[in-house]
Structure formats: structure tokens, C-alpha cells
């Protein structure tokens, strides 16, 4: 079936280093790829998304490219803030494969200190 | 627009009492989903509902029911509660289609079972 994973943390950073979070996934059909933040206390947000493979998603300053040959979606920021600190959630959506709702990689702590 | 709503927001159970967690969003969204959120698990889907009348289950539907007789709304009932049920729920809608289409997820509830 259908998996995600993602570098697990807590991935603690100082204020305006650079971040990586890696995503792979494993997909019977051509999934959709989804980066969803999820803050203290809160619902998860749609961070980005990329449809279809070479596909940038992008917002807020994260990107994420969608690459197929590595089966990759990694998460990188330019230089990340002190608000940035949440949980970060790769997912995909593979309607192809005949499966529906999202599968979920299991979450990435960032802390971001002044 | 409210979005997806959640009720309640907390609630405690005893082991084998029933309860029905609440979810509604105002988008017009045909799909509607509940997943659970458990440490290191990431989320996982419990059930799932393409319109109106038709639902179908996800990766961890044991000991939930769902039913979906509007379009806003989307319960999702503990027969029996279980300590296992301890848990983050979330429920999420968004409009049919490819697959690439964003979910929108509510606040969530937090569930603890004694």
C-alpha cells in the first residue's frame, strides 16, 4: 500500500538557518504530494502541494518539488523564524491507486530558537 | 465561511460509554473524512464519504460508525469507547475530483478514554 516517510525530530534550528525536512513516498498510482503545518493547539494547514512530478509547490517561503525518480518531496525553507516552530506533515493523495483520503507521514517537530 | 467545525472540542469518557463527535463545514464539499492523530502515528484515516448516503472505511475504522444523510454533516459515533480510542480526531472536507484538490481540516477534538 501507500506510504510516507518523513525525518522524524524534533529538529531543533537557530533563527534564520536553513531547513530540510525530507519526505519520500511509496504509491501504487500518480499521487498528489501535500506539506500540511500544524501548530501548537491548532488543525493542520495546507503548507503546499505539487499534482504532478517536476511540480514546484511553494508558500510562505517553503518550497517543495515534486520528484518522481526519488519518489521525493522534501520541504526547504531559506532561513526559517522563530514562528515557523510546529509540526510539518508530508502526505499524498493516490486517487489512481484506488484508495482515497490521505496518507500521512508521521510528523516532523521543528523547533526554531531566537 | 466557518469552514469545518468540530464539537466538542474536549471531551472525557468511560470506558464503554457512547458518545458522537460532531463535524459540519459550509463549503458545499462532497468528500468528507475523520482521521485520528496518535503519537508518532501521524494521522490515519477512520472513515470516509464521498456524498450524501455513501460512506466507506479508511485504514482504522474498527469500533466507529459513521453515516452522512446531508452534505454538511459527517458525525463520527463510539459505540463503546475503549481506552485505545484515546486520540486527536480531526475531520476534513474537500471537493471531489483527481485527487489533488486541498482538505480543509476542523480544530479537532481531543478524546481521553478512562
Known amino acids: 500500500g501507500d506510504s510516507v516517510t518523513q525525518m522524524e525530530g524534533p529538529v531543533t534550528l537557530s533563527e534564520e538557518a536553513f531547513l530540510t525536512i525530507n519526505c519520500t513516498y511509496t504509491?501504487?498510482?500518480?499521487?498528489?504530494l501535500f506539506w500540511y503545518v500544524q501548530y501548537p493547539g491548532e488543525g493542520l494547514q495546507l503548507l503546499l502541494k505539487a499534482t504532478k512530478a517536476d511540480d514546484k509547490g511553494s508558500n510562505k517561503g517553503f518550497e517543495a518539488t515534486y520528484r518522481k525518480e526519488t519518489t521525493s518531496f522534501h520541504l526547504e525553507k531559506g532561513s526559517v523564524q522563530v514562528s515557523d516552530s510546529a509540526v510539518y506533515f508530508c502526505a499524498l493523495s493516490d486517487r489512481g491507486g484506488g484508495a482515497d483520503g490521505l496518507t500521512f507521514g508521521k510528523g516532523t517537530h521543528l523547533i526554531i530558537q531566537p | 465561511n466557518a469552514g469545518v467545525t468540530q464539537t466538542p472540542k474536549f471531551q472525557v469518557l468511560k470506558t464503554g460509554q457512547s458518545m458522537t463527535l460532531q463535524c459540519a463545514q459550509d463549503?458545499?464539499?462532497?468528500?468528507m473524512s475523520w482521521y485520528r492523530q496518535d503519537p508518532g502515528m501521524g494521522l490515519r484515516l477512520i472513515h470516509y464519504?464521498?456524498?450524501?448516503?455513501?460512506?466507506d472505511q479508511g485504514e482504522v475504522p474498527n469500533g466507529y460508525n459513521v453515516s452522512r444523510s446531508t452534505t454538511e454533516d459527517f458525525p463520527l459515533r463510539l459505540l463503546s469507547a475503549a481506552p485505545s480510542q484515546t486520540s486527536v480526531y480531526f475531520c476534513?472536507?474537500?471537493?471531489?475530483?483527481?485527487?489533488?484538490?486541498?482538505?480543509?481540516f476542523g480544530p479537532g477534538t481531543r478524546l481521553l478514554v478512562l
Open positions: 504509491a501504487t498510482g500518480y499521487p498528489s
Open positions: 463549503m458545499n464539499h462532497e468528500y
Open positions: 476534513a472536507s474537500r471537493l471531489s475530483g483527481s485527487g489533488g484538490e486541498t482538505q480543509y
Open positions: 464519504s464521498v456524498g450524501a448516503g455513501i460512506t
